[in-house]
């Protein structure tokens, strides 16, 4: 049954591989071995119950990907001329924009300065996701634990959504957010 | 741009872009050091029994050991413990082991034999510096574990970040450009890697920051909605303990298993819990596996002459309390055995590599960074090192945080002075190498005339296999790829000025 899932997710990959070529992307193809890899899932739900099953197509998938994205050379003989040329072309572009020579010296400087930022603002950021979470959690129509658990495992993501506000974000902008949120958290605690 | 989704226009792809870098730079090290130890802790069973080769292992026990052994492991103890842990054999560790709490919270472990007595007390210095590393960063427990919580958050603001900031993703599923620029090469590396992976390093993210922040979560809950008692919101989440009364007398350990062994055919018993040892309110409880759950274990209570009491509902209780359950061994790939190990280690790998790569690519373009693109290669390659240096020296004897500390600001600076003289990076290589093949070595030599179990035999040719493979990798050298050249000539461009 191993092999019969492995094969499943194989076919699929591949008609992803060839649905999504350099120069232009065949949408049947690509759609094709979605519908393919969705109906592997299946295959391993049923083999191995959904919840190892679940875990083991994530990986499998992910391995076989990098597996004919690393190691099989296709691509290059796929790409026509015409395609190579402009790669080419990209890459002389890339090479001129993205020399450290042409770097420009006070984005750099700016970037550090963001870093040292976002590692003040996160631990606030922390704070108002925390709140967010546990006020939203309290709305919910379950049981109190259930309500707990959705807060801790919604955390992350919350708190992954304000650290990208914090350092995508102008330090003002950022604060400003943040602080928004922590309020509406502590009025939704307080209600 | 019409065919793209809305989700990435420019301003959006920008902002992402900026967003992923500054996090990349601030936390990248700090995760990279997490990872590389994540990867070789879901080995942990498998290192315990390399440190301790020498303790007996075997999958059968009966009543009668398991009796002597609590008699055994109560000798040693001044007290009772309130709480006495017998953990079975299993496959991945097929070996006995007691473990109490006394009211100082000082835990006394011991193996035992087949026949139940004491054989010898855990200590696997190296594997518990590795899971530390991994789990808390050497730090104090509750502190790093905060820190390591938040890289678990931050990891899933890189990977929501990246995402955004890839607007062609479907059209480059599988592009990877090796002959290219190193930026390039790098770059695609980094995209593919992370793509591919993004379900599973979401996970990942998701479930460490579970682990790191459920602390400070468990006392908001509680002083939230359980007027600040935290046992209660445990004991809601997890059930709550029962009690029993008039419960004293022998504990019948083989009922018990062959009542569980009929209320649920398929579980395999992995520890026993009995609470209040030796008092009239003695309780048995079995923890076991359920095969295909995730959930860590479901627990059988007892009454102590071996009649069911009931179970947790870990397995089949509310769905939070299972999901809540669940994370450990999703986290740490303990499930379906050896092969998810070595999965998880694949996987584990190419996390780190991304955060690797990510930083490679910013370093790339930065002006200015002649001393900071040698130090992070040397960094790189030093962790690696170093835990392989700190496992020889723990086999020695010596303290293997002090000798993972250590060596790992030694190989840093190595590493970045062989790459800041454009050495060739065989040198790095051979000296990994070496490294490598140490541990094996020093492990031979400790426990010269031990007969090692097979897994333990499996471990000591996987580091001289590894140990073969970078040695040549470094014969073979390296062919510096379009674009590399040029790096080199911008470093000693930046030397020279």
């Known amino acids: 049954m191993l092999i019969g899932c492995l094969t499943a997710i194989a076919i699929s990959m591949v008609l992803l591989y060839a649905g999504s070529t350099p ?7 690509t759609l094709t071995g979605l519908g393919a890899l969705t109906a592997s899932l299946i295959l391993w739900w049923t083999t191995y119950g959904p919840e190892f099953g679940s875990v ?39 090479s001129a924009t993205h020399s450290p020579a042409q770097a420009e010296l006070p984005h750099h400087r700016r970037t550090w300065r963001r870093v040292g930022l976002s590692l003040l603002g996160g631990p606030l950021a922390l704070i108002a996701s925390a709140l967010i979470c546990l006020a939203a959690a309290r709305w919910l129509p379950f049981d109190t634990s259930a309500r707990w658990i959705i807060a801790t495992f919604c955390l992350p993501l919350v708190w992954a959504v304000q650290l990208i506000q914090v350092s995508g974000n102008t330090p003002r902008r950022a604060l400003v957010t943040a602080g928004i949120f922590s309020t509406l958290g502590l009025v939704g605690i307080t209600l | 741009m019409s065919k793209r989704l809305r989700l990435w226009n420019t301003a959006t792809v920008k902002a992402m ?114 899971t530390n590393l991994h789990n808390h960063l050497l730090l104090p427990e509750t502190l ?16 929501i970040s990246g995402f955004l900031a890839h607007p062609s993703l479907i059209k480059d599923l599988f592009r990877f450009r090796k002959h290219r620029s190193s930026r390039l090469r790098q770059l695609d590396l980094h995209n593919r890697l992370a793509v591919w992976g993004l379900p599973f390093h979401l996970m990942m993210g998701v479930t460490g920051a579970f682990f790191g922040l459920v602390g400070v979560l468990a006392a908001s809950g509680a002083w939230l909605w359980y007027d600040n008692d935290r046992d209660a919101l445990i004991a809601d989440i997890y059930g709550p303990d029962i009690e029993t009364v008039d419960a004293g007398g022998t504990i019948n350990y083989d009922r018990a298993l062959q009542q569980l062994s009929q209320i ?34 479901e627990i059988y209570r007892f009454h102590p002459d071996g009649t069911p009491l009931g179970n947790q509902g870990l397995a089949d209780g509310p769905g939070g309390r299972q999901v809540a359950y669940s994370v450990y061994r999703l986290h740490f790939g303990h499930f379906g ?5 070595l999965i998880y280690l694949v996987m584990g790998i190419g996390l780190s590599l991304i955060c690797a790569t990510g930083i ?19 960094f ?20 293997p945080i002090l000798v993972f500390c250590s060596s790992l600001i030694m190989l840093t600076a190595l590493f970045g002075w062989i790459r800041f003289s454009a050495l060739s990076r065989r040198w790095t290589i051979g000296i990994l190498a070496a490294v490598t093949a140490a541990i094996p070595a020093t492990h031979l030599l400790s426990f010269s005339g031990t007969e090692f179990p097979l897994a333990v035999i499996v471990i000591n040719l996987s580091f001289a296999g590894m140990s073969l493979a970078l040695i040549l990798l470094a014969l073979r050298g390296f062919r510096p790829a379009r674009g590399e050249t040029a790096n080199l000539a911008v470093l000693d461009n930046h030397q020279t000025s």
């Not at chain 2, 498998?46 to 009966?62: L, N």
């Not at chain 2, 910013?362 to 200015?368: D, E, V």
């Open chain 1, 23 to 29: 120069d232009e992307s065949d949408r049947l193809l």
């Open chain 1, 56 to 94: 083991y197509w994530l990986i499998s998938t992910a391995l076989l990907a990098w597996a004919l994205t690393f190691l099989v050379p296709l691509r290059n003989t796929k790409t026509s001329a015409k395609v190579a040329k402009t790669e080419q072309r990209a890459e002389r572009a890339d």
């Open chain 2, 17 to 130: 872009r900026i967003s992923h870098s500054t996090l990349g730079l601030a936390l990248g090290a700090l995760l990279y050091l997490v990872c590389i130890s994540g990867s070789v802790a879901v080995f942990y069973e498998d290192f315990e029994r390399w440190e301790q080769p020498a303790i007996p292992e075997y999958q059968a026990y009966d009543d009668q050991s398991l009796s002597q052994a609590v008699d055994n492991h109560l000798q040693q103890l001044e007290a009772p413990p309130q709480t006495l842990y017998v953990v079975l054999p299993t496959e991945t560790l097929p070996r006995i082991h007691l473990a109490s709490l006394d009211e100082a919270d000082t835990s006394t472990e011991w193996y035992v034999n087949q026949s139940g007595d004491l054989v010898a007390q855990p200590h696997a210095p190296w594997q518990e510096m590795v």
């Open chain 2, 144 to 159: 790093g574990l905060i820190i390591t919580g938040s890289l678990g958050a931050a990891l899933c603001a890189l990977i």
């Open chain 2, 264 to 297: 649920e055919p398929d579980a395999t018993p992995i520890y026993l819990i009995i609470q209040n040892i030796g008092t009239d309110q003695q309780l048995l409880e079995v923890a076991a596996t359920l095969p295909q759950r995730l959930v860590f274990s």
């Open chain 2, 337 to 341: 055995g050896i092969w998810t190990k």
């Open chain 2, 360 to 378: 490679n690519v910013w370093l790339i373009r930065a002006p200015r960074a002649t001393w900071l693109a040698p130090l992070w290669s040397g």
């Open chain 2, 380 to 399: 790189v390659y030093a962790v690696p090192g170093s835990l392989g240096v700190a496992a020889s020296g723990s086999l020695l004897g010596g303290s």
